[in-house]
Nanobody, 125 residues
């Protein structure tokens, strides 16, 4: 089992940027598909994007494509989420997770596991 810890969240103004990190421990993630999700209070977890094991295939949710970039550094056992041109609707707790089963493009949260504790992102207008 992998333990994941997200960091890098905070308060940012509209149009600003943040870079979130997801550091894994307990096991290597180099062969794992990794996903980013976000959640606002009272709602379910929303898919943000997914990156395959080598980092050469990445999918994004429609509302973040062109603004967010996912990357990974397997030597550092880490995955990153660069968020640019942030909007108030990006306010949420952001989580990384390990793809557990199913095709890698299946973005259903239940197909992921080993969730981190999340990092809070607030975009102020």
């Amino acid at each position: 089992q992998v333990q994941l810890v997200e960091s890098g969240g905070g308060l940012v103004q509209v149009g600003g940027s943040l870079r979130l990190s997801c550091l894994a421990s307990g096991s290597s993630i180099k062969a794992l598909v990794m996903g980013w999700f976000r959640q606002v209070p009272g709602e379910g977890r929303e898919f943000v994007g997914v990156i395959n094991w080598s980092g050469d295939r990445i999918l994004y949710a429609d509302d973040v494509r062109g603004r967010f970039t996912i990357s990974r550094d397997n030597d550092k056992n880490s995955v990153y989420l660069q968020m640019n041109n942030l909007k108030p609707e990006d306010t949420a707790v952001y989580f990384c997770a390990v793809k557990k089963y199913g095709y890698w493009t299946d973005n259903t949260p239940s197909t992921y596991g080993d969730w981190g504790q999340g990092t809070d992102v607030t975009v102020s207008s």
